[in-house]
Structure formats: structure tokens, C-alpha cells
Antibody
Framework: EVQLVESGGGLVQPGRSLRLSCAAS????????MHWVRQAPGKGLEWVSG????????GYADSVKGRFTISRDNAKNSLYLQMNSPRAEDMAFYYC???????????????WGQGTMVTVSS | QSALTQEASVSGTVGQTVTLSCIGD????????VGWYQQISHGVPKTVMF??SLASGIPDRFSGSKIGTTASLTISGLQPEDEADYYC???????????FGTGTKVSVL
């Protein structure tokens, strides 16, 4: 069974740091690009970041560029999101999502994790 | 402001056919395939289709199409379990980012 399991969410103070993780199983992880997508309470979906199969190409939404860093460890079948200097507007459910292809651009989201909630508050 | 425009809500009775639309431009839907995502009661999003292909496990009463800069998702034979929010998404060449629509709430009367 294809599965994505996020962890690492919780309460973080504005300006501090938090690292989200996503453990993948049931598919060949290093064949596919991966993404982070978030949803603030009561709001719609927002793409956050994407990474190609070999980490050779990475992209970010303007709203997080310079503050968040996406990475992956293919040996551990894991995806990460390092959140530095979070703001109140970063508070959301963060979903890990598998791409249909090895490239993070021009594709779509195939499988979604159950999400992890990040609360930004002092 | 979302780059993709969707109806706020669509409703229908059981068995009826409803069509959701997603309006973009030449930088988005006009150039790239569209994904459709279902979210029931603010739960985990589920992929319905990408381009013209149904995602695994999705019943064939769902179908998608695209004409120019507008994509559509049609539910033929609406079922109670189809009541959900539906989001469209595609690549935006001008932003070098993915964009989502604002979402359409489908209600089954």
C-alpha cells in the first residue's frame, strides 16, 4: 500500500524553527518528485514547495521562499521541510504529496499524506 | 488572489449530472494538464484525476475535460458520497509554481 506519513508538527513560536518529516512507503521513493502543500484553517489548498527525484531541482512558493527549505533522503525514503522564522500566516495543516513524475514541475499531486498541523503562536 | 477561478458551490440531486469549472489563462490551464482533488469534510485531499486520467479507485462517473483555458470536472450520476469540496490545480508558468483554485463545494440535495 502506498503511504505517506507526516510528523513533526506542533506549536512553534514566531521566529523559531520547526522541521516536518514525511515517511514514504509502498512505492519506489527515488523515482518520484515530492511536494509540500498546506491548508490554513477554513481556507483552501496552497502549494508550498517541490523537489525532484534526485534533489537536483527545487522550487518554493513566494510566500515561503528564503524561510523554508525542502529536502529529501532517498536512502531513508523520507521528505523534509525545514521551517525557519515561521509567521502566524504559516499556521496550517501541512500535507506531503507524491508527484506523478520524477520532475516537480508541470505535473500534479498523486498520493497525499494525512497531514500534520503547525500552529504558530507565542 | 487565486490564479484559477472556480464556482463557490454547485448542488444537485442523487443521480443528476453536475459540472464544475476551473478557469485559468494561457500560463496555466492553457498550457498544462489539470489535477482535480476531492476533500470530504476538510479531511485529507484525494486525487480524483490528472489530465484525462482517473486516479486509482475513483469511480468512472467522474470525468474531466479541457477547452482552451477552462477545465471541467463532470460527475455523472451524483452520489451522496460525492458531497465534498473540489479543488483544481495546475502549473503556472509565469509564477514557476503550482496554483490551486478557490474550491467548489458540491452539495447533494
Amino acid at each position: 500500500e502506498v503511504q505517506l506519513v507526516e510528523s513533526g508538527g506542533g506549536l512553534v513560536q514566531p521566529g523559531r524553527s520547526l522541521r516536518l518529516s514525511c515517511a514514504a512507503s509502498g512505492f519506489t521513493f527515488d523515482d518520484y518528485a515530492m511536494h509540500w502543500v498546506r491548508q490554513a484553517p477554513g481556507k483552501g489548498l496552497e502549494w508550498v514547495s517541490g523537489i525532484s527525484w534526485n534533489s537536483g531541482s527545487i522550487g518554493y512558493a513566494d510566500s515561503v521562499k528564503g524561510r523554508f527549505t525542502i529536502s529529501r533522503d532517498n536512502a531513508k525514503n523520507s521528505l523534509y521541510l525545514q521551517m525557519n522564522s515561521p509567521r502566524a500566516e504559516d499556521m496550517a495543516f501541512y500535507y506531503c504529496a507524491k508527484d506523478y513524475s520524477s520532475s516537480w514541475t508541470g505535473g500534479a499531486f498523486d498520493i497525499w499524506g494525512q497531514g500534520t498541523m503547525v500552529t504558530v503562536s507565542s | 488572489q487565486s490564479a484559477l477561478t472556480q464556482e463557490a458551490s454547485v448542488s444537485g440531486t442523487v443521480g443528476q449530472t453536475v459540472t464544475l469549472s476551473c478557469i485559468g489563462d494561457s500560463n496555466t490551464i492553457g498550457s498544462y494538464p489539470v489535477g482535480w482533488y476531492q476533500q470530504i469534510s476538510h479531511g485529507v485531499p484525494k486525487t480524483v484525476m490528472f489530465g484525462n486520467s482517473l486516479a486509482s479507485g475513483i469511480p468512472d462517473r467522474f470525468s474531466g475535460s479541457k477547452i482552451g483555458t477552462t477545465a471541467s470536472l463532470t460527475i455523472s450520476g451524483l452520489q451522496p458520497e460525492d458531497e465534498a469540496d473540489y479543488y483544481c490545480s495546475t502549473w503556472d508558468y509565469s509564477l514557476s509554481a503550482y496554483v490551486f483554485g478557490t474550491g467548489t463545494k458540491v452539495s447533494v440535495l
